[in-house]
């Protein structure tokens, strides 16, 4: 992915966003006679104007330095919004020789910067987007410089990313909505632009602007797992995961109370939890952020505790971490020793998806939970090529499906063989459309299995090869195996 902006800041999310917005709009605005702007005016003459004016635009959206109505009236320096304008037509064209003079002007120069907020604040520019993508731009690559320490002459650069964040609720909704996506998303060196630095501010943001807590929250996402950096804010962060803040805020907290204090953190989220049993996007974020964040054998604790079924993707991300497959196996082992905990060993099976196939497919056969063994062939087949052994197991387990030992429903071989569709070839794929026709035939199966099946298969095969199975249509009024 191209930088944006300025050497070393990449921006992993949101970002082909705004090149894409940039390249969609990167030809040259169509002007008043006599304006001058950056399509017309090379940018070296741009980079020249160093002294700011008290000239005010009074004309929303204009392309140029032209005036604005008195209601939107600002100072502005003479060819800013120019440079604004440039900013985001080299973005668009790749030109990033370009893209980094004109923005090491504008960022050098808090007066500079103080003026984009104000164009923004003001709507000065509001219709002009070439000049508001450039100002949002100029903003993200200044933060990116300065959050952490520095500035150039004049200029305190955490300072100003703090001002910047607290003048955030004055923009227009786009206009914050897209600089939080840039800020949030954006990295240097490896590390958030947005860190413990203006971690207090944006908790303030939180909580002065609720509807809106969310959105803020957003800009949390990168917060460093560096205890060292989240010390000076343990209060805070403490205070904050006991409020009712938004799920993106708590689960942003959490992660950071999880690097700072493992033991605490994953305390207070049982705390959190019990005290709020009905809701499940905070049980999702809590979730997220224990498999994601705890040390495995807290985390394993923890979402063995909540034993929610539909916290399985969060197992999954658990599974993911070389360091917690180890404890995943030992817990599920010790519980199939003592024929415990069924539903436990269920979501620790969901937790196994880096085991090789046949420890996953041996599960499937023998764990004594009907929705352990379910689950196991889901586990299986959800991200890989089980190929035809893979399928025949399944069809064996089918076969037995009256055995609550060791049977597989309707369900659950459904589910399962159209997974091996979307990720075998050849004869896997081929005997998993047979599996799913006999199914699909079966009267003895349910007639939503039947339908299920039938829905699954018909787009990969030619139409006359199901023809017998158009009375499960739910059009035909076909009862058959109900």
């Not at 501010?201 to 917060?223: H, K, R, S």
């Not at 204090?261 to 999702?284: E, F, I, V």
Request: aromatic content about 2%.
């Amino acid at each position: 992915m191209r930088k944006l902006a300025v050497a070393g800041l990449v921006c992993l999310l949101g970002a082909c966003a705004l090149v894409r917005l940039v390249r969609n709009d990167s030809r040259p605005a169509a002007t008043p006679d006599g304006i001058r702007t950056a399509g017309s005016t090379p940018y070296a003459e741009l980079l020249a104007a160093n002294q700011p004016s008290s000239r005010t635009v009074d004309r929303a959206g204009a392309s140029g330095s032209e005036g604005l109505d008195a209601q939107h009236a600002v100072a502005l320096e003479p060819g800013l919004i120019e440079m604004l304008e440039a900013v985001a037509r080299a973005e668009g064209r790749g030109n990033d020789r370009e893209l980094e003079e004109l923005l090491t002007a504008l960022v050098g120069r808090i007066d500079r910067l103080r003026g984009i907020l104000d164009l923004l604040e003001s709507g000065a520019i509001a219709e002009n987007h070439l000049a508001r993508r450039g100002g949002v731009a100029t903003l993200v690559s200044a933060a990116a410089r300065w959050s952490r320490g520095g500035g150039p002459p004049g200029l305190d650069g955490p300072a100003f990313v703090t001002e910047m964040l607290q003048r955030l609720p004055r923009q227009s909704a786009d206009d914050r909505a897209l600089l939080i996506a840039f800020l949030s998303g954006s990295e240097v060196a490896n590390s958030a632009v947005i860190g413990a630095n203006q971690l207090e501010v944006v908790l303030a943001l939180c909580q002065d602007f609720p509807e809106d807590a969310a959105l803020y929250a957003q800009l949390l996402a990168g917060l460093p797992a560096d205890p060292a950096a989240l010390e000076p804010h343990r209060a805070t962060l403490l205070a904050a995961l006991e409020g009712d803040g938004p799920p993106a805020l708590t689960g942003a907290v959490l992660r950071a109370l999880l690097a700072l204090d493992p033991s605490a953190a994953t305390d207070a989220a049982k705390d959190l939890l019990r005290s709020r049993p009905d809701d499940p996007a905070l049980r999702g974020v809590v979730a997220e952020a224990l498999a994601g964040s705890a040390q495995p054998e807290r985390a394993v604790d923890a979402l063995l505790e909540m034993k929610d079924p539909t916290q399985l993707m969060a197992f999954d991300a658990l599974g993911s971490r070389p360091e917690a497959r180890a404890v995943v196996r030992e817990r599920y082992n010790a519980l199939l020793a003592a024929n415990l905990d069924g539903r436990g060993r269920r979501v620790l099976v969901a937790a196994m998806g880096h085991e090789e196939t046949p420890v996953l497919l041996g599960i499937a056969t023998t764990d004594p939970s009907l929705d352990v063994r379910q689950q196991a062939f889901l586990t299986a087949t959800v991200t890989r090529d089980v190929g035809l052994e893979g399928v025949q197991a399944l069809r064996d387990a089918y076969a037995r499906r009256a055995d609550p030992r060791n049977g597989l429903g309707a369900f659950g071989a459904v589910a399962s063989a159209s997974n091996v569709l979307i990720h075998a070839s050849g004869p896997a794929r081929d005997e998993a459309l047979r599996f799913l026709g006999d199914i699909a035939r079966d009267p003895g199966a349910a007639l939503p299995y039947r339908r299920m099946a039938l829905q699954k298969m018909r787009p990969h095969v030619p139409p006359g090869s199901i023809a017998d199975l158009t009375g499960l249509d739910p059009d035909t009024g076909d009862q058959a195996g109900k």
